[in-house]
């Protein structure tokens, strides 16, 4: 009879996988019963799309440009012509003096000045070498340097068509170099092509580690967690059902997001959807072990959702999102390599626009797959010691 009743205790494998199944479609529909939680599971990962696929760019574009052509030639309004062409600078105003141009950068009027000395057009016929002044309003370092870029090249391609001309200034000579540039993977360097994936694991993130975070909490405020603890359920079975959720709504979120970047934003998608399916399952398990670790640590929804935002706001500035990870000190470069956000921007960025393989991003699995071996079986060690 305690034979029997012990075998009963402990369970078959398969009551376990039913009380966990159990467990998960109770959380479902406590989730979708919520208005509330149906409408952030679904709106805000399309709205932030929206916004970062829109807003967050640094391309420039009718970049506001002031003329001091002091020249007044067929050549020094051909140069303005050529920065114009492109549709990343748009003349706001012209003048001859070079104080009206300290005075436009001065109060903001415009965020760029070409400054063309006399004889521009004459030192150009005569292949000395022609100089003309770009200045730029530095306030905004970003766009100040990505106009700057965009002007160089520019006129770089300017004078490379132009070529230098011959000793008798009637026809250009070939030109002595034939410099010819191209980016691949984005010919068109268009920033929403790099920002919108990105945006499908910070998401990712946002959803699973907030929502993770706040479940135990949550049963644990409204005084369900004992009756839980009090139930057939295992610790391990109780984490499982609590976390299963929560990663199929992130990857409903994924492939909705990714729809969304090729049918909306027209983003170029040259890699495998397996791939991508198989990076994000193991991107989401650091990210559930570190939901699941605020949780356990947390007496309140509101100190684990002051937690989770302590939390995130380092793992976006750190993951190459933002800024690039070469540009950090190299003590912030080391750092980023902890941070499982930092590889999987790499893994989603290289799939969309590289069409890379496994072969090439081995690295980054084979990091997430450490840090999801270090992190969860931790948090599962806290939530187990929580919940006995």
């Known amino acids: 009879m305690s034979a029997a009743l012990s075998r009963r205790r402990a369970g078959a494998p398969g009551d376990g996988l039913a009380r966990v199944a159990e467990l998960v ?10 208005p509330r939680m149906r409408t952030f599971l679904l709106g805000p990962p399309i709205g932030q799309l929206l916004i970062f696929g829109y807003a967050v760019s640094t391309d420039v574009h009718h970049t506001r440009l002031f003329v001091v052509d002091q020249d007044q030639t067929s050549a020094s309004r051909a140069v303005v012509d050529a920065l114009t062409a ?52 530095g306030t905004n370092s970003n766009q100040a340097l990505v106009a700057r870029g965009y002007a160089e090249r520019i006129l770089r391609s300017y004078g490379a068509r132009l070529g230098p001309l011959s000793s008798s200034g009637a026809a250009p000579a070939a030109a002595a170099i034939d410099l010819r540039e191209r980016a691949w993977f984005n010919p068109s360097l268009e920033s929403r092509d790099y920002n919108v994936p990105g945006v499908v694991g910070m998401i990712i993130l946002l959803v699973c580690f907030l929502l993770t975070s706040l479940a135990v909490v949550r049963e644990r405020e409204l005084g369900t967690l004992e009756q839980l603890m009090v139930s057939p359920l295992r610790p391990f079975e109780l984490m499982a059902g609590k976390t299963i959720p929560f990663a199929l709504i992130g990857l409903v979120d994924l492939a909705l997001i990714t729809t969304v970047a090729l049918a909306w934003f027209h983003v170029p998608f040259r890699g495998s959807p397996l791939l991508l399916l198989l990076g994000s399952v193991i991107f989401l398990i650091p990210v559930l072990g570190l939901g699941l670790l605020v949780s356990t640590i947390s007496a309140t929804q509101q100190e684990a959702f002051l937690t989770t935002f302590l939390v995130i706001m380092p793992t976006m500035l750190l ?20 941070n499982p956000l930092r590889h999987y921007l790499e893994i989603v960025r290289a799939i ?37």
Not at 319 to 330: A, D, K, L, N, Q
Not at 355 to 380: E, H, K, N, R, T
């Open 25 to 34: 479609r109770k959380e479902f529909r406590q989730i979708l019963r919520n």
């Open 86 to 137: 492109s549709g990343v600078f748009r003349v706001v105003g012209r003048s001859e003096r070079p104080g009206d141009l300290v005075d436009v950068l001065d109060h903001g009027r415009a965020v760029a000045a070409i400054e063309i000395p006399p004889g521009f057009g004459r030192r150009l016929g005569e292949g000395a070498g022609a100089e003309a002044q770009l200045l730029f309003d």
């Open 352 to 388: 969309f626009l590289k069409g890379a393989g496994l072969d090439a991003l081995w690295p980054q699995f084979l990091a997430l797959l450490v840090m999801a071996a270090g992190i969860l079986p931790f948090a599962a060690r806290r939530f187990h010691k929580t919940v006995s």
């Open 319 to 338: 993951s190459g999102f933002m800024f690039p990870v070469r540009s950090m000190p190299p003590l912030f470069q080391w750092l980023t390599l902890l």
